[in-house]
């Protein structure tokens, strides 16, 4: 069965410092690996996916993730954070056994203090 | 492009009442999800069509759930003789029809149930 781990309900981080959200995953076969992004009162927005090829994957507003599949780990990055960047953060997964069933964490909640 | 549409954003309902909400994709979308999301959770998976076959249904879905896509356009969930651990954020999201690609989620639907 397919899963996913966000372990971190909160992340704090200065404005300007480099920010890190955890995601671990587990399915059967090769993942679909999706970011998505909460704001207040809107819908979820992509980010940005891995689905093969290079293991670093650049996105929307300058976010990025690494792919790393002998960790099971698909962590979202950003060099230098913004203010603006706080909001509620969720990874996705599904695999590729002919199912369109994704599985999403239970969410981060990135606050970025100025 | 209009984006994923919601209908209607909030609705209260008395315990035992039915409740539909419709959804609207994105119009070249083959493929439509619908989720559930309560406080402090990531969208949990409840169905999916693509075109107007129902593909997979979540087991956490009781036989008072039903969704429908009649014409492989728009979906409505129905939801029978409603109960208070209803009451979530209802979301739907729509897909193109390759493999990899993300989904585009709607504002959804806060369904408050007293």
């Known amino acids: 069965a397919q899963s996913v781990a966000q372990p971190e309900d909160q992340v704090n981080v200065a404005e300007g410092n480099p920010l890190t959200v955890k995601c671990t995953y587990s399915v059967s076969g090769n993942p679909y690996l999706f970011w998505y992004v909460q704001y207040p009162n809107r819908g979820l927005q992509f980010l940005l996916k891995?689905?093969?090829?290079?293991?670093l994957v650049k996105g929307s507003y300058g976010f990025e993730a690494e792919f790393n599949k002998s960790q099971t780990s698909f962590h979202l990055k950003k060099p230098s954070a913004l203010v603006s960047d706080s909001a509620l953060y969720f990874c996705?997964?599904?695999?590729?056994?002919?199912?369109?069933?994704?599985?999403f964490g239970t969410g981060t909640r990135l606050k970025v203090l100025a | 492009d209009t984006g994923v549409s919601q209908d209607p954003r909030h609705k209260i309902t008395k315990r035992g009442q039915n409740v539909t909400f419709r959804c609207d994709p994105i119009?070249?979308?083959?493929?439509l999800y619908w989720y559930r999301q309560t406080l402090g959770q990531g969208p949990e998976f409840l169905t999916y069509f693509q075109n107007e076959a129902q593909l997979e249904k979540s087991r956490l879905l009781s036989d008072r759930f039903s969704a429908e896509r009649p014409k492989g356009s728009f979906s409505t969930l129905e939801i029978q003789r409603t109960e208070q651990g209803d009451s979530a954020m209802y979301l739907c999201?729509?897909?193109?029809?390759?493999?990899?690609?993300?989904?585009?989620f709607g504002p959804g639907t806060r369904l408050t149930v007293t």
């Open positions: 996705a997964v599904r695999d590729d056994s002919g199912t369109y069933k994704y599985i």
């Open positions: 999201a729509s897909s193109p029809g390759l493999a990899g690609n993300e989904q585009y």
């Open positions: 891995y689905i093969t090829g290079d293991n």
């Open positions: 119009s070249e979308h083959n493929r």
